[in-house]
């Protein structure tokens, strides 16, 4: 399955839990899908995560959980994307943070990818 298949089944998955409004872009309506991934509720599909209940949006794939979500990091507070997890697959989401708009997910980009391990050394007073 494609990257182009996981987007267009978030697309489906929006328009069927929207009667009232249609979405063709995935842009448009990936809001929407990291809020459900955020979501801390005891309904529904559920999935306990790092401790913390959360609802899990069903795509054809299957159930989508919400792995990271980070806001800036290593001083670029701009920086903004999820990780979720489909199956056994993991996507990324890139978008843009603005502190006067807040989280804009137009012109990002879903892509597929792999967890790693990274060894860092930082440093701090004593």
């Known amino acids: 399955m494609a990257v182009t298949d996981i987007e267009q089944e ?3 998955w929006y328009n069927e839990n929207d009667s009232d409004e249609k979405a063709d872009y995935f842009s448009e309506v990936f809001d929407e899908f990291r809020e459900a991934l955020a ?3 005891d309904v529904g599909k559920v999935r306990t995560y790092s ?3 959360v609802t899990t949006p069903v795509l ?3 159930p ?3 792995v990271d979500d980070v806001h ?3 001083g670029d507070y701009e920086a903004r994307y999820i990780v979720f997890q489909v ?3 993991l996507f990324r989401v890139t978008g843009y943070y603005s502190s006067w708009d807040g989280d804009d997910w137009n012109d990002s980009s879903l892509e597929e990818v792999e967890a790693y391990t990274e060894t860092v050394t930082r440093y701090r007073s004593k």
């Open 64 to 66: 989508a959980y919400l």
């Open 72 to 74: 800036g990091e290593d």
């Open 10 to 12: 978030i697309i489906d």
């Open 87 to 89: 199956g056994d697959r």
């Open 60 to 62: 054809v794939s299957g």
């Open 51 to 53: 401790g913390t209940t």
């Open 39 to 41: 979501k801390k509720e």
